[in-house]
């Protein structure tokens, strides 16, 4: 199973960016998605996920009300808005394969698949 994150790149503090996630490979179930991302020096943290029956979503403190988390068509979507430069860093999607319970979608480790990242800067 491979998941390919896209859609990073520049934009101005204030802007928006899509990213998307695929998946490719032997068919897996996947309960959830999430997205998670990497600033230089910091450790990976929780971003949004949402899961593929019923399309819960969950969001961290700090990107709610500005990112929205969707999925169609086996995509998985990050959509960004009003970006701030503390937003800067490497954007991860994964899946989650195994059912973890919904208030353990944040845990990295709970995730089964991961993309590639890609990369997401902010400029002041």
């Known amino acids: 199973v491979q998941l390919q994150a896209s859609g990073g790149g520049l934009v101005q503090v204030g802007g928006s960016l899509r990213l998307s996630c695929t998946a490719s490979g032997r068919p897996f179930s996947s309960h959830a998605m999430g997205w998670f991302r990497q600033a230089p020096g910091k450790e990976r943290e929780f971003v949004a996920a949402?899961?593929?029956?019923?399309?819960r979503t969950y969001y961290a403190d700090s990107v709610k009300g500005r990112f929205t988390i969707s999925r169609a068509n086996g995509l998985v979507y990050l959509q960004m808005s009003s970006l701030k430069p503390e937003d800067t860093a490497v954007y991860y999607c994964?899946?989650?394969?195994?059912?973890?319970?919904?208030?353990?979608?944040?845990?990295?480790?709970?995730?089964?698949?991961w993309g590639q990242g890609t990369l997401v800067t902010v400029s002041s």
């Open positions: 949402i899961t593929w029956s019923g399309g």
């Open positions: 994964a899946a989650e394969a195994h059912y973890t319970p919904v208030g353990r979608l944040s845990t990295s480790s709970e995730y089964d698949y």
